[in-house]
């Protein structure tokens, strides 16, 4: 029910955002900005170097925002953000490029692994206004 909620939220805060919002992820305690959230075509992902690691972020049709590691854990290539949006059952997912495997935007969980729980990681996305500044 958290989960909903948080999505819930994020949806609604990339709908009430401005051109020039920014996406930013957090990671070892910091927020580093990757695009304005005007870049991010719906259903399609954009991948980018967040603390030394490759993350893969998404904006969805409802305008949700999401970040999971780029690796796909099942190949070791860094391809998820090539993946395929879309739903399971109500669970916004990725598809993974090279196997087919889908996993939870939300908690990075894989839903197609029958023996060990296999995951990508999650990283926090904030959306922030960007200041602009006009030297005159």
Known sequence: MAAERQEGARAGAARAAGPDTLV????????????RLADL????????????EQVAVFADHDGAVYAVGNRDPFSGAYVISRGI?????GVPMVMS????????LRT???????DEPVSLPVYEVRLR???VAEVG
Not at 24 to 35: K, M, R, Y
Not at 41 to 52: E, F, K, Q, T, Y
Not at 85 to 89: I, K, N, P, V, W
Not at 108 to 114: F, P
């Open 41 to 52: 075509i719906p259903g399609r992902g954009v991948a980018a170097l967040v603390d030394g």
């Open 85 to 89: 949006l879309g739903s399971r059952q």
């Open 24 to 35: 930013e992820i957090g990671a070892a305690g910091s927020w580093t900005p990757v695009c």
């Open 97 to 104: 490029p090279m196997y087919k495997e889908a996993f939870d």
């Open 108 to 114: 990075g969980l894989c839903l197609d692994a029958d």
């Open 129 to 131: 206004t960007a200041v």
